[in-house]
């Protein structure tokens, strides 16, 4: 018996439900790559804030993520509708946020990232409940902090030990 992408019998361990987003995106190949990794991590759902058109006309997830879990397009911030109790969680690279490695995930979660080239708008981190980043000497393209972020979560919630 196989399993497109995986272990047969592989259950990754979850407490609660997470989402995971982008502001602003504008490339079609990452919001594929966060698609199709938010699918393996068992994310509830994936969105986009201000996602420009090019970025969402063209996916290129190939697990087929979409079809899998919903996805929501948020034109602006102020369509942004989270479920009751869910947490908005930046990640973004700023002098006041929490390292990844020592963040205790929300129960309830909804990770989002900054475009390529660019950060999370002023008023989006206003709107977030936590600000996180990854300790890196410098950003990490988006796709790729969006697994990291993702596997932190998972990581977290194992019985293995965390990483310093």
Known sequence: ???????????????????????????????????????????????TIGAQYNALEARADTSKGQWNLPH???????ELALPTGCALVGVELTPDAIDLPRFRHPY???????????????????????????????????????AVVMYDRIQSSSSAPRLP
């Not at 990452?30 to 969105?47: E, P, Q, V």
């Open 72 to 78: 929501y397009d948020w034109h602006g911030l102020d």
């Open 108 to 146: 309830r979660a909804a990770y989002v990232l900054g475009p390529e080239k660019g950060s999370l708008s002023p008023e989006l981190i206003a709107r977030c409940t936590h600000i996180v980043r990854i300790p890196t000497r410098f950003c990490v393209n988006v796709a790729i902090a969006a």
């Open 1 to 47: 018996m196989s399993f497109e992408g995986g272990t047969p019998g592989l259950v990754l361990p979850q407490r609660g439900y997470f989402a995971v987003g982008a502001e602003r995106i504008s490339k079609s190949l990452n919001l594929g790559n966060i698609m199709r990794s938010a699918h393996a991590f068992g994310a509830s759902f994936t969105f």
